[in-house]
């Protein structure tokens, strides 16, 4: 292997941080014995800054660079977002239509039940426990809710691989 800048970040598709590397877990380090590492990372990752500090934490989350995107957000240095499950909420769902479907066919007024809900009495005869149906319709059924506010997965596609980052190496040039 070559070798690496200081703070470099590789994805190895084995179990171990090779020698000289260390898994991106959100480990806390002594600054004590990293001051190169931490001169490039400072707290920009967590810790004190005074004994400790943290590397990147890749755990759970995809990387993204830095900067601003096309649709104007923007994306700072050890910046997390995110969630692995969402709700969606009644808002952001469009408008949009449901067929409805019931019973065909004559009923009264003795026993109540949903599929009366739509049948009204016969002209002129109010008080009468035979009805007809207000709708036709073409099929049996009902409306039910649906949803139930249960949050999803929100996960896209992935494979787990090790992100780790170099301890040692060349440090590396600004230009």
């Known amino acids: 292997m070559s070798d690496p800048f200081v703070a470099e970040i590789r994805i190895f598709p084995f ?5 000289g590397w260390a898994f991106c877990d959100g480990q806390l380090l002594p600054l004590s014995q990293n ?3 931490f001169s490039l990372l400072g707290t920009t990752y967590g810790g004190d800054g005074k004994s400790n500090f943290a590397l990147p934490n890749m755990q759970g989350n995809a990387p993204m660079q830095q900067g601003q995107s096309t649709s104007g957000t923007q994306f700072f240095l050890g910046q997390t977002d995110g969630s692995d499950t969402v709700t969606v909420l009644q808002s952001e769902i469009p408008n949009h239509n449901h067929p409805i ?3 065909i066919g004559t009923s009264d007024l003795a026993t109540p039940s949903p599929a009366r809900a739509l049948a009204r009495a016969n002209p002129g005869q109010a008080y009468s426990t035979t009805l007809t149906p207000l709708v036709q319709f073409s099929q049996t059924g009902s409306i039910l809710p649906v949803g139930g506010s249960q949050p999803h997965n929100n996960l896209m596609p992935y494979l787990t691989l090790n992100f780790c980052i170099a301890m040692q190496g060349i440090f590396p040039p600004r230009t």
């Open 35 to 37: 001051t190169a590492l």
């Open 101 to 103: 479907q019931g019973n």
């Open 15 to 19: 179990n171990f941080p090779p020698k």
